[in-house]
Structure formats: structure tokens, C-alpha cells
């Protein structure tokens, strides 16, 4: 059972997210915050697996919570949530700590699907962001993109994959999607993470848009 905190700023947003989610299968809803203080007060006791943390919450900056959770609570998984879809915010988010991002304006549905992807212990990037990204890339990258890619020495294949990856998608999933097998989905990751130097999916993921290989 998932132990989820929720966060937000507005004490009217909580609950309307405590009701939206009170029907999602396997989900326990341990407490809700609308401040970064409150927050704090509420981990210390309500024994939660999961918060969803709304990036705007008053009191303690959310960029500075962020660390600080990580460090304090090392299994404590954290969704960010906010209103902007800029990518260097997104990519802050992820390097300060947090395992998904998710806008606010997403659907119920795939709110809990984001949950429990990131309960999980897979990332997670909402939809709207991730075809965002995918459709810069299928417009053709810019310059920088396309010489960072070189520069790693990744395929084209490989930048799909990892595009996918960046949505995501396991490796299942992407196999379907780009008609190939799982092994060689499998296969495509390992060679992405040794070029690029990097151990885990999270760090790809902010790899990726740092240092352009998925468009700003």
C-alpha cells in the first residue's frame, strides 16, 4: 500500500485531491500540507511512503525542501507538481531530488498513474511534457541537440528510446511502441547509460536536458 502525503498550497486544492484520490487502488492518503513547515510536521509522524509535492507550497522554498527531504527521508519518494512546464525548471526539480513532475492541469488518471509509477520507483514525466519534448525532437533538433548527440556518439534509435524513456515508459512499453523486442529495448539503454557516463534513469533523464539532448 502506497502511503501518500499530499501538498498544496491551497487548503480548498488538498482536498478536492484528497477526494479525487481516495478511490485509487492502492493508495492511502496519510495526511495533507499546505506549507512547507506543515510538511516537515506531518513526515515526522504520518509514516508516509510517497508526497506529492506542490512546487509553490509557502513557508520554506520547495527547490530548498527538496534536498533536505531527500537526505532526511532517503526512501521517501517525491512526485513535484507544479503550473510551469519550462524544461530548466522541470530539470531543477529532477537534479534537487525529485523522482517525477507532473502539471498541475493533469487529469485525475494520470495523476494516480504518476503516483504509482513513482511509488514504484520508476521517473516519471506527465504527458503533456513528455510529446512536448518528443515533438521538438521529431521536428528535427536544433544545432546544439544534434551536436551533443554526435558528441556522445548516440543513434537516432538511441534518442528515441531515450526520449521514451524520459516519458516514462518501461522498457515494454517502448519496445511496443518502436516495434522492436524488450531484450534489444534492454539493450539500447545499457549502451545510452555507458555513453553517456550516467548509472541511472534519473540521471539520463537530466542529462537530457541539460545538456541539450532533449530540446530547452
Not at 499530499?6 to 482536498?15: K, N, R, V
Not at 508516509?48 to 527521508?73: C, H, I, K, N, S
Not at 548509472?199 to 537530457?208: D, M, P, S, Y
Request: proline letters at 4%; one cysteine or more.
Amino acid at each position: 500500500m502506497i502511503r501518500l502525503l499530499l501538498t498544496d498550497g491551497h487548503a480548498s486544492t488538498c482536498e478536492a485531491l484528497r477526494v479525487t484520490l481516495s478511490a485509487a487502488a492502492g493508495l492511502a492518503i496519510v495526511g495533507e500540507a499546505t506549507g512547507g513547515d506543515e510538511l516537515l510536521e506531518k513526515l515526522a509522524s504520518a509514516g508516509a511512503t510517497l508526497v506529492l509535492l506542490d512546487l509553490g507550497l509557502p513557508g520554506p522554498d520547495a527547490f530548498a525542501l527538496l534536498p533536505a527531504l531527500r537526505e532526511q527521508y532517503p526512501q521517501l519518494r517525491l512526485l513535484a507538481t507544479a503550473e510551469l512546464s519550462n524544461e530548466q525548471y522541470i530539470a531543477r526539480a529532477f537534479d534537487l531530488g525529485a523522482h517525477g513532475y507532473i502539471l498541475k492541469s493533469a487529469s485525475a488518471t494520470e495523476l494516480a498513474h504518476g503516483l504509482r509509477t513513482v511509488a514504484a520507483g520508476r521517473p516519471f514525466l506527465c504527458t503533456e511534457i513528455g510529446l512536448a519534448l518528443l515533438g521538438r525532437l521529431h521536428m528535427g533538433p536544433p544545432a546544439t541537440s544534434e551536436a551533443a548527440r554526435a558528441a556522445l556518439g548516440l543513434s537516432k534509435r538511441e534518442m528515441e528510446v531515450l526520449s521514451l524513456v524520459a516519458e516514462g515508459f518501461t522498457n515494454a512499453e517502448i519496445a511496443g511502441k518502436l516495434f522492436t523486442s524488450k531484450r534489444t529495448v534492454e539493450t539500447h539503454r545499457q549502451n545510452i547509460m555507458e555513453k553517456t557516463q550516467t548509472r541511472n534513469t534519473a540521471a539520463l533523464i537530466k542529462l537530457a536536458v541539460r545538456q541539450g539532448l532533449l530540446p530547452e
